[in-house]
């Protein structure tokens, strides 16, 4: 039997009900889905929101959610075992372990981190156990997390390799307009390409509580696709969901087909999760040995800089005309830009935007 890999990220609305607290009935169905699908021959790994909703529903006693980050990670320390019980409980029913793995942005892009965290998921598979993914929210610097786990569901895609990505969610798929605002929006049910109409689409919607919305699950699908991974957003609540999604039920989710060329987590990792702090404007000459020669970008290509960026700190590159064309992690620091190596991004650690 062939092994097929797929990894599932479900939402805070999802995980959660009115009341803040654990959906049970929701982790059950997804379980049952899961095993399933490992009896298929799929390897499943789950990405999990809903720790900082399920921590406040415990210790919030009624009062208004804080949005404060330090409060907020100390809820969420609350929250985490809270969320892993219920799913160990919910697999538990199946006869399944679970583990769990909390995961931060230095761990994909830290070489060493990331052979690590690869290696971890791949014993828990080995020993038959479903990875139960999370960002690490309590410790996790405010600066540098992700901010919302479609984000880290698409890059721990691309680190086990998986074939499909799937978006578990309170919506059908992606809409052509919010429901709430106009009642004949309809499914979109594939798309090949990202545009700026599609990103309209998408719009900045979310829901009360969690951080994500349909907005950063089409970023995760752009990542994703780009990284070679087939990727859904389908409802949570639905009966079978996962088997709908993988099995491309028709009128079932949004299905969003992926590019031929894989992309490698780490230049994902850049691309797509880390921010930039600063720019880099380059010339035409430097331009084609960027684009034409996969050449690394000297300082003499550069013919003005902004930001306060310090060696391996994510800049955007732009062409003589002012439009982004790549991203990358510099070698130089921007007060002593003129000093030191020429190289100023390394070839490996540069990713061509011009078709993002």
């Known amino acids: 039997m062939t092994t097929r890999s797929v990894v599932v990220k479900v939402g805070t609305t999802s995980v959660t009900d009115e009341s803040g607290g654990v959906d049970y009935a929701v982790l059950v169905n997804i379980a049952d889905d899961v095993v399933a699908l490992r009896a298929q021959g799929w390897n499943v790994v789950v990405v999990t929101s809903g720790a900082i909703t399920a921590g406040w529903s415990e210790v919030g006693k009624g009062r208004a959610r804080p949005t404060d980050a330090v409060t907020l990670q100390a809820v969420s320390a609350v929250g985490q075992p809270l969320l892993m019980q219920a799913w160990r409980n919910a697999f538990g029913e199946l006869s399944v372990a679970v583990g769990q793995v909390l995961l931060a942005p230095l761990d994909f892009s830290h070489r060493g981190q990331y052979l690590h965290a690869r290696g971890t998921l791949e014993a828990l598979k080995g020993l038959g156990v479903v990875a139960i993914v999370n960002e690490n929210d309590a410790v996790a610097d405010e ?169 391996g700190d994510a800049v955007e590159i732009k062409g003589p005309d002012g439009q982004v064309i790549a991203k990358g992690l510099v070698r130089v620091n921007a007060e002593s830009f003129h000093e030191g190596d020429d190289v100023c991004v390394h070839r490996d650690d540069l990713v061509l935007l011009r078709r993002v």
């Open 143 to 311: 600066e540098i997390r992700f901010g919302d786990n479609d984000r880290l569901a698409a890059l721990v895609a691309n680190l086990v390799g998986a074939s499909h990505l799937v978006l578990l969610t309170d919506t059908d798929g992606l809409l052509t307009a919010d429901p709430r605002i106009d009642p004949s929006a309809t499914l979109i049910e594939e798309v090949t390409a990202f545009d700026v109409e599609l990103l309209k689409v998408a719009g900045s919607a979310r829901s009360g509580v969690g951080s994500g919305g349909m907005a950063s699950k089409l970023a995760a699908a752009r990542m994703a696709t780009w990284s070679g991974v087939t990727t859904v957003i389908a409802p949570a609540r639905a009966s079978e969901s996962l088997r709908h999604a993988l099995g491309e039920t028709p009128g079932f989710g949004t299905t969003f087909h992926p590019r031929s060329e894989r992309l490698s987590a780490r230049k994902a990792w850049i691309a797509f999760a880390v921010a930039s702090r600063g720019t880099l404007r380059i010339n035409q000459g430097a331009r084609e040995a960027l684009e034409h020669h996969g050449r690394s970008l000297l300082r003499v290509g550069v013919e003005s800089f902004e930001g306060s960026f310090i060696e």
